[in-house]
């Protein structure tokens, strides 16, 4: 099996696996999870599109990134440092995911040599994506962008509210409106 | 004779140039001890970014012994030049640009200022993807914890293996402030990064800011006017 590129052993995949329970299903409209639940879990996507929103400390809510199939996603804040999730995550299509409690995952992290190795690659890969949607937001032409962004995440105008998306672009609310038309 | 002569002096031009680079790479890396004043924010900093479950086991850690100072001329970093794997990075004083090639123009993501924390994952060879580089704007100073010490100082792997994840959920988690502290409102963005790092101004020239921050040359003097009225 290959993570980002990097082969890692059938060993440390079933052992990652074997940490994650479930299925869990959700219907459309649905939070996997909300703003402020204290107990938080790691979430592997196996099928199913959605949003999640992080709570600024401002009280704005900010559209943070789309869920798909085959990615692992959480309130990164409460993995971090403890504490309730200052996110959520709605799905917007039927999902199905598995999810690890935060405190073994990072037992499981601590633990295992190879998952550490792995983790600074697979972080390093997340900075990549951050860094170039912070360029994008600067940089990229947003009639260019917008297109870009429609690929990536089809259906966004029907899950997102414009401010969400013009707030996502770093554009008003009426460079949105002319961009969308 | 004149072919001897010739061949010395073009010996001598050589040594005398690899002297000059490993005189360069030795200035521009050399370490000293890191100041008392200042081991109690570093401390505090790499406290803070641990879970707070896992503080305790910095307890007994006399992380003095551990740091290295390391002072960088200004200029672009050679990654080679400063091995940063398996380290947390401080910077003690200075000022950085983190420059990526992007559409074939150099723009600045972010800058990291006095107290940042740093991670060398965005410029490392093996995982830079995005070309991405240091820029030092002023001779400056990191303080370095190698994470591998840890472990042959208090003979234990745990605060090691804590530290190592949580700095690598950090160095991408930092990212994504960045990100929402500039999305949200741009204008105040601008106008709060100019007051708070005023110094930056007589740094960095009006163009690569205006760069930074996305907007235009004009909105950047309007910006600054605006900063700097109530300063």
Known sequence: MTMLGKTVST????????????????????????????????????????????????????LNGMSEPGIFICDEKSLLWGGPSASDSIVSTPTTAYRVPFREFREFLSQNEEFRENLAQINAYFVHMRKLRLLKMKHMNKADYWVDIKERFPGIELYCTQTEIANYFAVSKSTMHRLMR | MYIKTMLINVLQGFVSLCFSRYIEVYLRCFNMSIKTLDLSMVTLKISEMLHPADRELMANVRLDKLIRTVKVDSGLLISEDLNLKNCITVLASGLIAVQHKFESKICVSHFYHHGDIIYDTEIRKDLNKMQTQWYFYEPSILYVLQLTG???????????????????????????????DFALNRKSFCVN??????????????????????????SLKSYIKIATKHA
């Open chain 1, 11 to 62: 060993e440390f995949t079933c052992s990652l696996a074997h940490a994650f329970d479930g299925p869990y299903h959700y219907l459309p409209g649905e939070n996997i999870w909300e703003v402020g639940e204290k107990d938080c879990f790691v979430w592997f996507i196996q099928s199913g599109f959605g949003f999640d929103r992080i709570l600024l400390e401002d009280g704005h809510k900010m």
């Open chain 2, 150 to 180: 840890i472990t042959e100082a208090i003979g234990d792997k745990t605060l090691f293996s804590k530290l190592k994840v949580q700095s690598a959920l950090h160095s991408s988690y930092q990212y994504q402030k960045y990100i929402n």
């Open chain 2, 193 to 218: 990064w100019i007051r708070r790092y005023g110094k930056a101004l007589s740094l960095v020239s009006r163009n690569d800011l205006a760069l930074f921050f996305g907007i235009s040359i004009s």
